[in-house]
């Protein structure tokens, strides 16, 4: 048995919010087998609470179920009700059994990387853009997902020297999808 953990970073003007109770958020875990294309996502557990607040503004979801990462992928889904207004957050995901436990930890091996969503003029950033980041052109393996800010902008996290897919919505705008990047 392994233990899936992921830790998410809630920020408000890009500063990292401590304090949020746990209870707040509600984390549903899916499971979708890597060998089928066609795979239906099973929910494994949902509507639990993330286990605790790991410090500078990171908190952590621990599943402790039967994982096999062979031949699975994991996706992590969390809502916030909190009164605080939250509008950033970013999900870092480990698939291992390493418990971390301080920001730095969480942020080893990781590049900060900003993603500009424009008008189709180019110029005009769009802000209140959900932003998907996968690994894969499915767009089924989410590794990190945002909201633009005012300036179009979303930053992320994520490991260096891959090919990522960039998934974008928003009502009213079509988007070209996938937008690939490499980072």
Do not use: C, H
């Amino acid at each position: 048995m392994n233990t899936l953990r992921a830790y998410i970073s809630a920020k408000i003007d890009s500063i990292p919010v401590a304090g949020l109770s746990l209870g707040d958020f509600s984390v549903t875990v899916y499971r979708t087998d890597k060998m089928s294309e066609m795979s239906t996502a099973k929910s494994l557990v949902s509507s639990v609470a993330l286990t605790r607040e790991v410090g500078g503004g990171f908190y952590q979801y621990e599943y402790s179920g039967t994982v096999d990462f062979i031949l699975y992928n994991y996706v992590i889904a969390v809502s916030y009700s909190g009164s605080t207004l939250l509008d950033e957050t970013y999900w870092y995901a480990y698939d291992f059994d390493e418990d971390i436990n301080t920001r730095e930890e969480i942020l080893r091996g990781s590049v900060m990387w900003t993603y500009i969503v424009y008008e189709s003029n180019g110029t005009t950033p769009i802000s209140g853009v959900t932003v998907r980041v996968t690994n894969d052109i499915s767009g089924r393996n989410v590794l990190v997902s945002g909201v633009t800010n005012s300036l179009g902008q979303v930053e992320f996290m994520i490991a260096p020297n891959q090919m990522l897919y960039i998934w974008r919505e928003k009502s009213s705008y079509i988007f070209v999808n996938p937008d690939v990047e490499t980072v």
